[in-house]
């Protein structure tokens, strides 16, 4: 059974109900208890494990905006010095980069859910657990129970082991993104785009026209400006 459905079976549990039809209630609470605890346990690797994700991902849709404002600002100095070929490569690299960074927004859409539903599954979880561990207790004081063997540091211990295991998991995640970030991208021809830009730039793409068009009076219009501005001078 996966984590995400062992919890949602133990949170479904009716208790009630359970111990009603239980031949030994005791035992069904105690192993109870402890299916919640190891579903508590999971969940929060589990919490671990998306929240790495979620930093992954935001820090991956950061990178691809500042490289989109820098293929913009490619695309409007190339247009500037009469480049049209690499303005229409800048923009190509542009539109991919903006296809990558919907990509992405709509993962940290995904993971921002994933995430609320655990928060939620963990506290429903959190509230069961300690209404199974009251009904033990009140059934043990009712019916004179014998002392339970202690459990206490094995469970600390296997819980740190695996608290140890999620942080180096999130380790090697946040390592794996700064590998990716420490990635520089070189693009020699002209100093605005790579020689396979140059080759795709001769496709006649209506989005990049359009683009390309604005960028035109872009920096038609910041050029008129200072001619305009000596003119009042004279």
């Known amino acids: 059974m996966g984590t995400f459905s062992r919890i949602r079976y133990v949170i479904a549990a009716n208790l009630n109900a359970l111990i009603e039809k239980a ?12 299916e919640m605890e190891d579903a508590s346990e999971d969940a929060r690797l589990a919490a671990a494990d998306l929240l790495a994700e979620q930093q992954q991902t935001d820090r991956t849709a950061d990178r691809l ?18 480049r ?4 229409r490569a ?4 542009k539109q991919e980069l903006n296809e990558q960074l919907q990509a992405r927004q709509d993962e940290q859409a995904l993971l921002q859910e994933r995430i609320a539903r655990l928060e939620q599954d963990m506290t429903t ?12 207790k009140a059934m043990l004081r009712r019916d004179a129970p014998t002392p339970v063997p202690p459990r206490e540091d094995r469970r600390l ?11 180096g998991r999130f380790d090697r995640l ?5 590998r990716l970030e420490a990635r520089v991208r070189s693009y020699e021809v002209g100093g605005f785009a790579p020689p396979a830009w140059q080759a795709e730039a001769a496709a006649d793409d209506p989005a990049i026209e359009a683009e390309l ?16 501005a000596e003119a009042n001078e004279a």
């Open 213 to 228: 068009e604005a960028l035109r009076a872009r920096v038609a219009g910041s050029a008129a400006s200072p001619s305009a």
């Open 125 to 136: 979880l959190k509230a069961k657990l300690a209404e199974a561990k009251s009904r033990l």
């Open 65 to 82: 905006r500042t490289e989109l404002a820098e293929w913009e600002e490619r695309a409007e100095k190339a247009v500037a010095v009469g």
């Open 84 to 87: 049209e070929d690499l303005a």
């Open 174 to 178: 946040q390592s794996q993104v700064e």
């Open 90 to 93: 800048a923009l190509r690299a």
């Open 157 to 167: 211990s296997a819980n740190e082991r695996k608290l140890r295991q999620a942080m």
């Open 23 to 34: 031949e030994d209630p005791e035992k069904l609470l105690r192993a109870l208890i402890r």
